[in-house]
């Protein structure tokens, strides 16, 4: 996979050709871009997250479901840095991850949105989506205080990748508006813009679709196959809508009292007994 | 009416984010700059001019503090101690070491920097509120150690004289060659916050006060930045504290005690946080209030009162006052002077239509 390019590199148009090329090797699906081992999170003598092991293979789309209180955000808050695990491994890209700090995570190619949209709402859209391109900017106090020539000349190509991500989510028309002031499907659509900005290899998403009318799931659910095919992002996401999980994932894990009670395919999962009865209870 | 979008078509990104897009704007700017170098120390008397002068000290800090408080979100109260850093560092190495003002400038304004990323530290752990006894903490801690300690201030209650200021030969005497420095210092301040605060180092001090969480995960080291918006906004306070030192011709503690920190936070909640104009106009109104309220009583006062109980009231005037704008701000109008600007601005876009 192509490592976060300068500036100068090639566009995203371009790159989403790689990304489809690249798709079609044998790679694809089958080595895991994160793994988690055994891995616990205990808050005094709650525990959130129990011995739960998985993989996201690279490229894949990966769904996380499970009831209320399943531990379901905890374990995203640990891969994303916010929690440390209590025990257990993370491993992205063959790299010990489970002790690093959200902003070195993120600085490695892990991107997240929230289930409570976490935008900078003082900020325009295109400014929260430019804030993504943080970590592949240089401009440090001298330059970013001089500007014109230095910072400026870094500035203007970031934005033009920044545009890219607008046009792509089709955001257009409201580039120049506070964050703040934007309805409740278009922030979503902004905060998975920053995310996509960062220029992820995995993206984390939290209730992508939460509180979403039929429409807005629909166009978000075809985003995120389009940036999981044509950005070869591999997307790890946690979801309510059992109908949109089934239909995009590649693959299903099912979280209940903190354990993992079920992986695999989809239609594998929907049979499996032990996911009957977390969702519908058991039977006699 | 002259303030309008429409028409101006942007064909590259650097034309779109360039600092004054529409050209109403920079003819605006071009304006002001004519007026402030070549008409205003024409006319103005050596008065006037050092009420400019106050003010273009004042716009400094302001600035800085703004960096801070209104970009950044981590409030301070210690910017007063900072300044009176930047003001020791300064008079020592001119009077010890004999150095010209074009170091001692920037060494005071490194020097606060310094200290002030040392204040800034339990920002990590602590916010809002707590954070502000901390740096409350600070300045008294300064105060007191500038005072105490006869290295620093050549003992309790002494005050440094300092030589005027002079740059390429250039002594700075009067107040009209003092009044271009400080032009100068001023403007070169306001455009180094205009382009931080557009900067990818404004859009992460920003993100730090909007969401810490969410700039954390966008990359973000937020102790670093935090840090950093700490040293950056006290080096603009330290070098604050140079000018004024050098404007007033002595060093001493009690030009920087609380009260200066306090009416520097007042200027940025009357101009306007997280703006750039508001400072600059918060700085104005802040240190023209009490020369009009002066001004005002001198000639309506006796009117009401003798002299003797004139000459009382006047200070605690000024004091009652400022309290009673900074109340009248916060509940009219939150976003200060820089609001009431840009809403007149919006209004006249459209005049004489309604929309």
Redo the contacts between chains.
């Keep these: 996979m192509p490592l976060p390019m300068p500036a100068d590199g090639p566009l995203i148009a371009e790159r989403r050709v790689a990304a489809v090329c690249a798709s079609d090797q044998s790679e694809r699906y089958v080595t895991p871009i994160l793994t988690v081992e055994g891995l616990s999170k205990r808050f005094g003598g709650v525990v959130a997250v129990r011995d739960v092991s998985l993989a996201v293979p690279r490229g894949s789309i990966t769904s996380i479901i499970g009831p209320n209180g399943a531990g379901k955000t905890s374990l995203l808050n640990m891969i994303?840095?916010?929690y440390r695990p209590s025990e257990g491994r993370i491993t992205f890209e063959a790299r010990d991850i489970s002790r690093s700090?959200?902003?070195q995570i993120?600085?490695l190619g892990i991107?997240?949105t929230?289930q409570n949209i976490?935008?900078?709402?003082?900020?325009t859209v295109l400014?929260n989506i430019?804030?993504?391109r943080?970590?592949h900017?240089r401009?440090?106090?001298l330059?970013?205080?001089?500007?014109?020539g230095l910072?400026?000349r870094?500035?203007?190509a970031h934005?033009?990748r920044c545009?890219e991500i607008i046009e792509f989510l089709r955001l257009q028309d409201i580039r120049k508006q506070p964050a703040s002031a934007l309805p409740y499907g278009l922030r979503k659509r902004v905060e998975l813009g920053?995310?996509l900005a960062?220029e992820p290899r995995l993206l984390l998403l939290d209730e992508p679709m939460g509180g979403m009318n039929q429409e807005e799931k629909e166009n978000m659910a075809r985003f995120i196959l389009d940036v999981n095919q044509e950005w070869g992002v591999t997307m790890l996401l946690i979801e309510h809508d059992m109908g949109v999980v089934m239909d995009i994932s590649d693959q299903v894990v099912v979280l209940d009292s903190g354990q993992r009670i079920a992986a695999g395919r989809p239609a594998d999962v929907q049979a499996d007994p032990a996911v009957i009865a977390a969702y519908l209870g058991k039977t006699r | 009416m002259f303030h309008r979008e429409a028409g101006v078509f942007k064909t590259t990104?650097?034309a779109d984010?360039s600092l004054f897009p529409l050209p109403v704007a920079r003819k605006a700017i071009a304006v002001i700059c004519v007026l402030l170098v070549a008409f205003i120390p024409l006319v103005c008397s050596e008065y006037q001019l050092s009420q400019f002068n106050l003010i273009f000290i004042a716009v400094v800090g302001a600035l800085g503090l703004n960096i801070l408080v209104g970009y950044t979100g981590q409030i301070s109260i210690g910017h007063g101690a900072f300044m009176s850093v930047g003001a020791y560092t300064a008079a020592n190495l001119a009077v010890r070491l004999d150095l010209p003002f074009w170091i001692t400038l920037p060494a005071g304004g490194l020097m606060a920097a310094l200290i002030g990323a040392a204040v800034g530290v339990p920002s990590l752990r602590i916010k809002g509120l707590y954070l502000a006894i901390t740096t409350l903490a600070a300045q008294l801690i300064i105060e007191w150690t500038i005072n105490h300690v006869p290295f620093i201030s050549g003992g309790t209650q002494v005050s440094i004289p300092v030589p005027k200021p002079s740059l390429f030969g250039f002594q700075f005497e009067t107040q009209r060659e003092l009044y271009f420095l400080l032009l100068l210092a001023a403007g070169v301040a306001t455009i180094?916050t205009l382009?931080?605060v557009?900067?990818?180092?404004?859009?992460?001090f920003?993100?730090i006060?909007?969401?810490d969480?969410?700039?954390?995960?966008?990359?973000?080291?937020?102790f670093r930045y935090k840090l950093?918006a700490f040293a950056?906004s006290s080096f603009y306070a330290g070098v604050t504290g140079v000018l004024y030192t050098y404007y007033l011709g002595i060093a001493n503690y009690e030009q920087f005690q609380i009260d200066v920190s306090i009416d520097f936070l007042a200027m940025i909640i009357i101009g306007g946080l997280?703006s750039v104009l508001g400072p600059i106009l918060g700085a104005a109104f802040v240190t023209l209030l009490p020369i009009f309220i002066r001004g005002l009583m001198q000639s309506m006062g006796g009117l009401l009162m003798n002299e003797n109980t004139l000459a009382a009231v006047i200070p605690n005037l000024r004091l009652t006052l400022f309290g009673v704008a900074i109340i009248l701000f916060l509940i009219v109008e939150p976003e200060g002077l820089n609001r009431l600007w840009r809403n007149s601005r919006n209004y006249f876009r459209f005049w004489p239509f309604s929309y």
Excluded at chain 1, 118 to 123: M, P, V, W
Excluded at chain 1, 143 to 148: E, G, L, P, T
Excluded at chain 2, 213 to 222: H, Q
């Design positions: 994303s840095g916010f700090r959200p902003n993120a600085s991107g997240r929230f976490a935008l900078f709402g003082g900020l400014d430019l804030l993504g943080h970590v900017m401009a440090g106090v330059k970013s205080v001089i500007y014109w910072a400026a870094e500035e203007i934005r033009a545009e920053r995310a960062v | 990104y650097a984010m180094a382009n931080l557009r900067s990818r180092l404004g859009r992460a920003v993100a006060r909007d969401h969480i969410a700039a954390e995960i966008t990359g973000i080291d937020i950093l950056i997280g």
